[in-house]
DNA sequence: AACAAACTGTCAAATGGTTTACATTTGATG
DNA sequence: CATCAAATGTAAACCATTTGACAGTTTGTT
């Protein structure tokens, strides 16, 4: 992978949106890139660091472990996504932690430096908190699935959330190409391999999902959502 | 109830800490005092109102409702605590429902005014990111629980959640009444009334909990969360 | 080309939670 | 205080998912 333009990311960046033009010199200046391959861990959950990490290419997935050594993937995020969850609580240690899940370029901006720079340029706040506010709805709708949906549109609803994640509209008649193994998904869901797989293999019948090797592909994101609503 | 005073709610409220002490006159200008009896609705999915609700007295369920008509209880806020999704999205319809979990009072700030004594007061939007931010954990954590942990840690963990809300630190030793009856608990879990009497039924015989007629009490959180964390 | 490692497909048995059904208790209302 | 609706306790049959076990497939490596 090519040297990135820390600027341009940074640009791209949606909660940075707010920054004025002139600003960007400033976040280039403190900025790190750094390199990770496939499962390279980037923080763990507890480190007390509280950087902003803004995902140049690749795949980053936000993780948990409980005592017994399982691990669940809360979220995958893509190329142009920023995280760390502590950025707006100086003084917090990381409360999740942070894999490559493919092999990626982080852009990391020290939380002090950042959080300065937020204040300097106020207009950026409120984009700031319209973005943690859909990402609290994004998990409330998880919650509310667990709740009130059963598995097998568990499963879709949560494909098609991956697939949002990445950009793609739910609306889309595109295929999309997720990368990621039963395993993986299971561990998301808190299922297991073989319950996951009984339910993408009904879907795959459908004509709704494509499945490969490590990668489960959306046929057409729309097609997917609506039989899952047909479900409800 | 006896009439509210406005000002001392909003004063107490900490998503208003960032508001210097001559800003409260405003908000009390704008603020509107509304009553709710038990159950009755605040505010309803879909609505395209963006108020910001503080609750002077009693308690709020934030719920979602699927097609068949089963309702979900994400959350129970409790007094001090303030609600409405959407504050933060100017023209975004309301992602979930608000309802009175017990009788209310709730002090309620239109959207477009709230936002603009935000962006007055900058000093308080750190404050709100913070805020936000840690409601996001919450949720994430409810979600790797889901994943993670079998279903009496889960509900031990979801009591605890009730809890904190209400402003108790697990690490307390005080006894803790929550309001909410089997059924409301079993919705918010995605079981069973059933399934949620035989494991509660089995964390007091323990000591954990004393059971009451609409009415879980967590004898001393600290034990609670001792012996959740002893299943993991 | 051969091999190991990771991922996938599939099945029977065991488990755990839901469903269904009914008896009992509690709190509110007249 | 009598009555009723709501909330709770309990148990059996049922069903979905997990467990555990193993064979087949793909990928990448030597």
Redesign the pocket.
């Known amino acids: 992978m090519a040297v990135p333009d820390v600027e341009a990311v940074m640009r791209s960046c949606p909660l940075l949106a707010g920054f004025p033009d002139t600003a960007f010199r400033e976040v280039a200046a403190m900025a790190r890139t750094r390199r990770f391959g496939a499962d390279d861990p980037i923080y763990d959950r507890g480190s007390m660091q509280s950087t902003l990490c803004v995902i140049a290419s690749g795949t980053v997935r936000i993780t948990s472990v409980n005592a017994a050594g399982r691990e669940a993937t809360l979220i995958i995020f893509d190329a142009g996504s920023w995280f760390g969850d502590t950025v707006f609580s100086p003084g917090m240690p990381r409360v999740y932690g942070a894999t490559a899940h493919e092999e990626a370029v982080i852009v990391e901006l020290p939380g002090e430096g950042f959080r300065q720079l937020m204040a300097s340029y106020p207009e950026s706040y409120p984009i700031a908190l319209d973005l943690v506010s859909r990402r609290l709805w994004s998990a409330m709708s998880i919650i509310e699935d667990d709740a009130l949906r059963?598995?097998t549109a568990r499963i879709g609803r949560r494909l098609l959330f991956l697939a949002e994640i990445q950009g793609v509209r739910t609306s889309s008649v595109e295929p999309v190409a997720l990368k990621l193994?039963?395993?993986q998904l299971a561990n998301m869901m808190?299922?297991?391999?073989?319950?996951v797989?009984s339910r993408i293999?009904a879907l795959e019948n459908r004509g709704l999902l494509a499945?490969g090797?490590?990668q489960i592909t959306l046929c057409s994101p729309r097609a997917l959502q609506a039989y899952i609503q047909s479900l409800d």
């Open positions: 059963g598995v193994t039963r395993e808190g299922m297991t391999r073989q319950g797989h293999k499945l090797y490590g």
